[in-house]
């Protein structure tokens, strides 16, 4: 008799390499108290380390004073919301989308979860790039499809659209990509953009069947340098974008996001009732009521571009200056530098014992890395750069003497 308590799905998800390391990494290592010990400077997940603002704080405490009997009914998708959402999305990609193709989510988890399930059937198989996000193998497997990993150029950061194409089989039906990148930082040029395309494309017509994109813009508008970002979903039209207020906002457990259907691609109608239909039975992926009626005025908050672009200028001098190889990141609040020593996890382990925590590159499957986020504070980053120093040379990297 099979007395297990948990389904082979459940199983396959845990087994995820990524969700595996990162529950390893935050439930078991010690890292929840560790985090919290005093002198410890923690540059791991992409949490708060200052207080939210006031006006975030007013504005959400003003969207929870009920206006009508109805404030906390289900809420499919508050128009007022969408709109404002729509017309963001608009200035900042280019496009000119939709209020109807607009979907508000419970985060980009919830519009990633929903649009993998709209096009993919069961064994169906979906590309992406590592470094990864965590959690791309743990949504496709949950969705009962398959995880096809390829690498990305490790000099450039960029895109390896040959390997995205050897990996493209028959059975091949989503492609993942996020720019700007995490953990890289890179935002990926228009020509790289344009050759995906017609990589695509031309793959769809091989098969006979449609392969989507599915573009993962967290990050599309912390950009430095005065750079332009520029959609994967402006060059080809089978493709759906999802975002997420969490980064932009620094509020990552207030979950509210979107996914977005562009107005280039093909007869998209019947897929905003899939997309609800999918939000609904997959467990009321809505965001919460009040979350929708802060929206409006979430979106006039900005993101301080200035400070974070600061905060990696300092970061990445100071690392140079000791030794570290870095490159220099084109967006998001991440620095993905070289491990001075092949053993990531080791050297991680060591700036832990200096009281710096990072996240090894082995849990973005790209060993000989690691990561620093800069959500931390900028006395926390200058704190930590003799600390950095110390490991580097406790290491014995080479050149340290």
Known sequence: MDDRLTSDRVADVQDA????????????????????????LDFTFGDPHDPP???YVEILRDSLIPQHELWFAYNFGDATA??????ALRRHVGIPFETADVHLTTGGFAAISTALKIVGDAGDEVVYSLPPWFLYEGLIREAG?????????????????DAIAAAITPRTRI???????????????????ERLAALLDEASTRNGRRIFLISDEAYNRIVFDGARFRSPVEFYPWSFLAYS?????????????????PPTMPDREPLRDAIEAIQITGGWLFPNASMQYALPRLETLEFDIPLFQRKRDVMVAGLREIGYRVTVPEATFYLFPESPIADDAAFAAALDREGVLVLP?????????????????????????????????????????
Not at 145 to 161: N, Q
Not at 389 to 398: H, N, S
């Open 53 to 55: 603002s006031s006006a």
């Open 145 to 161: 499809l398959l995880p096809v990993k390829v690498s990305i150029d490790r000099t450039t950061f960029d895109l390896d659209l």
């Open 175 to 193: 492609v993942i990509v996020n720019s700007p990148n995490n953990p890289t930082g890179r935002i990926y040029p228009v020509s790289t953009l």
């Open 245 to 261: 207020y969490g980064k932009t906002l620094l509020s990552p457990g207030e979950r509210i996001g979107y996914l977005a259907v």
């Open 82 to 87: 969408i709109a404002a959402a729509t017309e």
């Open 361 to 401: 590159g082995r849990m973005f499957e790209t060993p000989g890395f690691f990561r620093i986020c800069l959500t931390a504070t900028m006395e926390t980053i200058e704190a930590s750069l003799p600390r950095f120093a110390a490991a580097f040379r406790a290491a014995g990297a080479p050149g340290t003497g």
């Open 17 to 40: 390499t990524p969700f595996h390391l990162l529950y390893e990494f935050y439930r078991l290592s010690g890292y929840e108290r560790r985090r919290h010990e005093p002198g410890v």
